[in-house]
């Protein structure tokens, strides 16, 4: 890794891979990986289980599931549909079971293309919670699915607001059962952009991703289950930089590796760090991805 750059993700994923590439070894963490050759999706559980655990990855005690599909970015129904299969699966495991009231909080700026993820999941949810209210479960036929409500808080510079203080507010109003969170990521690889889920009970933390620290939505704050899921649309620019120079050291003679390094390492312009890059077709791909995982969600909250 280039020293002076912190490269920024939020995949347990990639986290847990950053001490791989160390050869570092971390207790309290147990990964288990599982491969559908067919629909070509690689499913990893990384699952902290210790305090010491979530102290070395940076990250809490809990189970992150990452999805990742190089054809997600594709434009081919069949194949999303079938992710949204599969996503409803990993969710209803962390659901638990039983009927649940559940919040669905669309994270993240609508004007801001690759920011929008929420935003436009919320758009597409199924929301029953005021016809059960006021009509009864009867009202929604045969298709039997649990109380759902939706909100997209948006962001402090369109409210004046932390995005806690309003999904607190509407949790004390409607006392919900779960929340589950819809957000923007940012990836450490490039090769992962649009093409990997990420779902988590941990909750989550609204623009860590990109450096801009929010107040974390979870359980130890709102007292109530948090589950997010995320995909990565954009990438840390040092990132690109980096992935490149290390392809173009290991082509070189290797004698002189270190001095090479050293070379490269000093010339990656200092503000390169502040700057995040995402795909030129980031809007038909949001949009894509968007009913990806609203699809998802409409199978897991639907009542067995």
């Known amino acids: 890794m280039f020293g002076r750059f912190r490269i920024r993700t939020d995949l347990a994923l990639e986290a ?6 160390d050869d570092v070894k971390i207790r309290g963490v147990r990964i288990e990986e599982e491969d559908d050759e067919e629909l070509e ?3 990893t559980r990384v699952v902290i289980e210790t305090e010491n655990g979530a102290k070395t990855m940076g990250k809490p005690v809990g189970t992150y599931i990452t999805m990742e599909a190089p054809n997600m970015s594709a434009p081919d129904e069949d194949y999303h549909r079938e992710i949204s299969q599969k996503l409803a699966e990993h969710l209803k495991s962390l659901m638990g079971e039983g009927e649940k009231s559940v919040l669905i909080v669309g ?12 935003p436009y999941v919320v758009g597409n949810i199924c929301i029953t919670r005021h016809m059960i209210r006021e009509f009864g479960a009867a ?3 045969e298709e039997q699915r649990n109380p759902v409500s939706g909100i997209v808080p948006g962001v402090m510079a369109q409210t004046g607001m932390e995005t806690l203080e309003i999904i607190r507010g509407v949790v004390k109003e409607t006392h919900p059962d779960l929340i589950i ?3 923007a990521l940012a990836a450490r690889s490039t ?4 093409r990997t889920i990420q779902i988590t009970d941990t909750g989550i933390n609204p623009g860590s991703g990109v450096g801009n620290h929010r107040n974390g939505l979870n359980k130890q704050v709102l007292g109530i289950p948090v589950i997010a899921i995320g995909v990565p649309t954009v990438v840390d620019a ?3 930089v980096n992935d490149t120079m290390e392809s173009l050291i290991h082509a070189l003679d290797m004698e002189d590796y270190a001095q090479k390094y050293q070379l490269i390492k000093e010339r990656i312009p200092s503000h390169l760090n502040t700057m995040f890059v995402t795909p030129k077709d980031i809007d038909e791909t949001v949009k894509r991805l968007s009913y990806t995982i609203s699809e998802g969600l409409n199978l897991a909250l639907q009542l067995a």
């Open 16 to 21: 847990r891979e950053s001490f791989e590439e």
């Open 139 to 141: 009202s929604l036929g």
């Open 181 to 183: 969170a819809v957000d």
């Open 41 to 43: 999706i690689h499913t």
């Open 107 to 118: 994270l993240g700026n609508r004007d801001v293309t690759p920011d929008a993820l929420g």
């Open 191 to 194: 090769r992962r952009l649009n």
């Open 238 to 240: 040092a990132t690109i």
